[in-house]
């Protein structure tokens, strides 16, 4: 099967220190990474779009020097949330996806910001 | 701007029901169709994938069809368990970057 992590699943840090997530592809090459955020009993929202080598591209009204992406590799992508605020408290969810269209997600990180 | 919406919200069957979950998009402009599974605080799980030329997908108790005119999938488990209780999520890709559009969600109950 295809499988994705995250780590860390969960985290809790004071307000202003910055959080960087992994999210990998462990069996798979991913030709291309999704990051969304998901607020309690709410749908996912997509936050960025991830290709390796890359910029990210960035959804409107998603702040780019806040959540800052990087691609390093085929089975490696990293969210940094920099600065972190109350307000960044959420569930960060990535996805993965090989040549073909299914994308499949990792187990998410909790971060709860102080 | 393509719109997701999920009905019901919420649904609670006793064991052992058919039931139907349903899905719609403003855009049947669509290259394909996912529905996820997501249990309380975990990631989501790919249940099934249904490319926009195709009309319907089967994995075991599951069955989702696409109708790209009308707007609408829908996904059948058949013979529901109590271990089927999760939120159950459509998501339609837009164009080539696949970026997903997630419907709201139905949470799912199947009482014993």
């Known amino acids: 099967g295809a499988v994705v992590s995250q780590h860390p699943s969960w985290v809790i840090c004071k307000s202003g220190t910055s959080v960087k997530i992994e999210c990998r592809s462990l069996?798979?090459?991913?030709?291309?990474m999704f990051w969304y955020r998901q607020f309690p009993k709410q749908s996912l929202m997509l936050m960025a779009t991830?290709?390796?080598?890359?910029?990210?591209?960035?959804e409107q009204g998603v702040e780019k020097d806040k959540f800052l992406i990087n691609h390093a590799s085929l089975t490696l992508s990293t969210l940094t949330v920099t600065s972190a605020h109350p307000e960044d408290s959420s569930f960060y969810i990535c996805?993965?996806?090989?040549?073909?269209?299914?994308?499949?997600f990792g187990p998410g990180t909790r971060l709860t910001v102080l | 701007k393509q719109e997701v919406t999920q009905i019901p919200a919420a649904l609670s069957v006793p064991e052992g029901e058919n039931l139907v979950l349903n899905c719609s998009f403003t855009?049947?402009?669509?290259?394909?169709l996912q529905w996820f599974r997501q249990d309380p605080g975990k990631g989501l799980t790919s249940l099934l994938l249904?490319?926009?030329?195709?009309r319907e997908q089967t994995s075991g108790r599951l069955n989702a069809s696409l109708d790209k005119s009308s707007g609408r999938s829908t996904l059948y488990i058949a013979a529901s368990q109590p271990g089927d209780s999760a939120t159950y999520l459509c998501?339609?890709?837009?164009?080539?970057?696949?970026?997903?559009?997630f419907g709201s969600g139905t949470r799912l109950l199947v009482r014993p």
């Open positions: 996805s993965a996806r090989r040549d073909g269209q299914e994308q499949f």
């Open positions: 069996d798979f090459q991913a030709t291309t």
């Open positions: 991830s290709n390796e080598g890359s910029k990210a591209t960035y």
């Open positions: 855009d049947s402009a669509i290259y394909n």
């Open positions: 249904i490319q926009s030329s195709q």
């Open positions: 998501a339609a890709a837009m164009d080539s970057s696949y970026k997903l559009i």
